[in-house]
């Protein structure tokens, strides 16, 4: 009688080591090839951004109160109320920065506006003539969540991964976030 937990072990050592050759290989193969730089990943949805722009646009809402949240690098200090009346600049209804200056969107146009400006950049990376000369950009992403009813974008979050050029091997990256917390037609 032939005993089966034998043939089983001989089996599991004679595929562990043709898996062992196989990976041996390929790791051989990968190490003789030339490595090209990879691509930054990158992750953005161009055409969502220009339907709810479209959207927002088509509604031409003139006077409109919002708040939002600012996060970044630096501490939460809490959010900005604005209020858009026609004819007029913004007013800054609350600031709980130091500076009016701190203040970086003074109205709804001024966020899509950033947020073109960002996804166009985003473009240009995925061209190497386009890439910029003092850093390489690793990872790029902006995700934004859209209210549906005004189509203003409620939840922005970007984020860029990125090595120093003139700094060999220095990594850094830097992000993000917009929350508008409150929106009402006046």
Sequence with gaps: MIDM???????????????????????LMSCSKEKEPLEPYIEMDRESFEKELAAWNLQGLKNYRFSYAYLDALPYLGPVEIAIEEGSEP??????????????????????GALNYLLDEMEKLKTEANRPDRFEVKATAMQIEYEP??????????????????IAGTADETFFQIVITEFHIN
């Design 5 to 27: 937990t034998l043939l089983t072990l001989k089996n599991h050592r004679c595929m562990k080591a043709i898996g062992l050759f196989f990976l041996f290989t390929a790791l």
């Design 91 to 112: 007013i800054i209804v609350e600031n709980p920065y130091e500076y009016v200056e701190n203040i970086r969107f003074k109205s709804i146009d001024d966020i899509y």
């Design 149 to 166: 009813t005004f189509h203003y974008p409620k939840h922005i979050l970007y984020y860029v991964r990125y090595v120093e050029k003139d």
